[in-house]
């Protein structure tokens, strides 16, 4: 009597929620048969998942001719290249017989192709871009807001004040305190996950009033409130060259510290001029830039930028800005209208101009989100996303895993990892590089494409303590691997994007733990 597996029912890379439902196995027998043993000994098939034997157990169909088995995916499987089912039935110390109790000789059968039955089943999973409030699991249980996963992971998120972001329209909206920030980009309107920024301070006041006396507008004027900004409001505001044969422009007097980086941006739009200069002072030094507003690129420079960017954000606006290093205290930003390049000295004409918004003056050396004020400088706290490590993770031996897009900065940025110096993914070198630490010393590899505000990444670390073994691997690229003097130290949390110091100041998609040393060859699978 022989065995014939005929079918295969399972999900082929089904949404995280369904990571564990059962992998059913039908087996039709030639005439009925009738099964024992269970459930101490019930006969069963092996199942090769990512290396690791699994078996699917006998679970119905005794007295009858289709015999079902059934594997449950356990907390860690991960094989997305296909498990691999294995003849013949094993009894296990069971027994498989026909209705008059004779032995059956052969369960052997031919195997099926099991190539697209596919699995990845972290013990923890964040999925920022799923939908509006992301979805995640936690040891097999789903949960679909952020809120209800951290009150079950023990987890929180905090920032002591609002913050902006772009919805999924591309208009710019501002979160509460302590809430989340899902970003997306406003011209695609493709969500970017998770934004996690450091503290900034803007130190410009009046950041969307140009018509207050705290700018000063040289052979030019303001029209206050002329046309709609990023966030929807009629709020935007005109400069406007008045007729003098002169340079137009307006500037403002913050306290600064010679010595220190600064950046200094403003969302601007095409009018009646689309050229304009942004400059770190009214006599152009340290540098400044032409900005073409009819298509969003850079033209001239003078002196020394540390670094310049010009991102879209819709409806002709653009988010402009430059970098540089402070040469004395009083120095004075400022934007400058133009009616060619490289000409920003004319008789103008009384009428023409760009539009403004949201100017902001920040200490460091890149861009980050727009911070409002009225009066005074503000403050935008810090954001703080991080889970226990309690039951929810094992310290001795794991994998990480993470989408993100690349830190703005060229320093060492944590995407997911612990909040002391060990066992975590961290980019470097504007991301070229990913790196992991374990203490003592530094394991790192190339990431390409290098990672950009518009190219995520992904990227995967495994290790384990009693073989002291790690690897790390970024966009299915070489394998980085070998052995550590340290073990990763158990902390007591994992932070989400970094903290403090080491915040990412970009965005992460999507971010999964597994209990287990993942293999080189599913790292490399759950990257590419």
């Excluded at 094993?90 to 027994?95: K, P």
């Excluded at 403003?266 to 032409?290: C, H, M, N, Q």
């Excluded at 303590?465 to 980085?480: E, K, P, Q």
Aim: hydrophobic fraction near 35%; glycine fraction near 10%; aromatic fraction near 12%.
């Amino acid at each position: 009597m022989k065995t014939l597996l005929q079918s295969l029912c399972f999900f082929c890379l089904m949404p995280i929620s369904a990571f564990a439902a059962p992998l059913s196995f039908t087996v039709n027998m030639s005439e009925a048969v009738t099964v024992s043993g269970c459930p101490a000994n019930c006969p069963r098939i092996a199942v090769d998942v990512g290396g690791v034997t699994r078996y699917a157990s006998y679970a119905s169909g005794t007295g009858g001719s289709a015999l079902t088995f059934t594997y449950t995916p356990q907390v860690g499987d991960v094989d997305l290249d296909g498990v691999t089912v294995s003849s013949p039935v094993d009894l296990n110390g069971g027994t498989i017989v026909d209705l008059n109790g004779n032995a059956i000789s052969d369960l052997t059968f031919t195997p099926p192709n099991t190539a697209n039955v596919k699995i990845n089943y972290p013990s923890l999973g964040m999925d920022f871009v799923y939908d509006a409030d992301g979805r995640y699991t936690l040891n097999g249980t789903a949960y679909n807001d952020l809120s209800s996963f951290l009150t079950a992971a023990g987890g929180t998120f905090s920032r002591g004040s609002v913050g902006t972001y772009f919805d999924s329209t591309g208009t710019l909206q501002t979160a509460s305190a302590n809430t989340p920030r899902f970003d997306h980009d406003p011209v695609t309107h493709a969500a970017k996950g998770i934004l996690i920024e450091e503290q900034r301070t803007n130190l410009l006041a009046y950041s969307e009033q140009f018509d207050n006396a705290s700018w000063v507008k040289s052979n030019s004027t303001i029209v206050a409130n002329a046309t709609t900004a990023p966030d929807g409001t009629m709020t935007a505001d005109k400069l406007v060259e008045n007729t003098n044969n002169s340079t137009h422009y307006m500037w403002i007097a913050p306290t600064m510290t010679s010595g220190v980086a600064y950046t200094f941006s403003v969302f601007l739009k095409k009018a009646e001029r689309d050229i304009a200069i942004i400059d770190s002072d009214t006599d152009g030094t340290p540098g400044w830039v032409y900005v073409d507003l009819s298509n969003g690129t850079f033209g001239a420079q003078s002196g020394t930028l540390l670094s310049k960017s010009i991102i879209a954000v819709g409806s002709d606006w653009y988010k402009v800005s430059i970098s540089y290093t402070a040469d004395r205290v009083a120095m004075q930003p400022c934007v400058f209208l133009a009616n060619n390049i490289p000409s920003y000295s004319y008789i103008g004409d009384g009428t023409s101009g760009i539009y403004v918004w949201g100017a902001q003056l920040e200490q460091g050396a890149f861009p980050t989100s727009y911070i409002p004020t009225t009066n005074a400088a503000v403050a935008r706290h810090g954001d703080i996303f991080q889970i226990p490590y309690s039951a929810n993770f094992l310290s001795t031996k794991g994998a990480w895993y993470a989408e993100a897009f690349n830190a703005p900065d060229t320093s060492f940025k944590r995407i997911i990892g612990t909040n002391i110096a060990d066992g975590y993914l961290t980019y470097g070198t504007n991301g070229a590089a990913l790196q992991s630490w374990d203490g003592v010393s530094n394991m790192q590899v190339t990431i390409s494409p290098s990672a950009s505000d518009s190219i995520y990444g992904k990227y995967a670390l495994g290790w384990d303590n009693s073989t002291m073994t790690r690897s790390l691997v970024a966009n299915a690229g070489a394998i980085g691997s070998g052995g550590y003097a340290d073990g990763y130290q158990q902390s007591t949390a994992v932070w989400i994007g970094g903290a403090g110091g080491y915040a990412l100041n970009s965005h992460v998609r999507k971010a999964k733990y597994y209990p287990v040393r993942v293999s080189d060859t599913q790292l490399q699978l759950l990257t590419q």
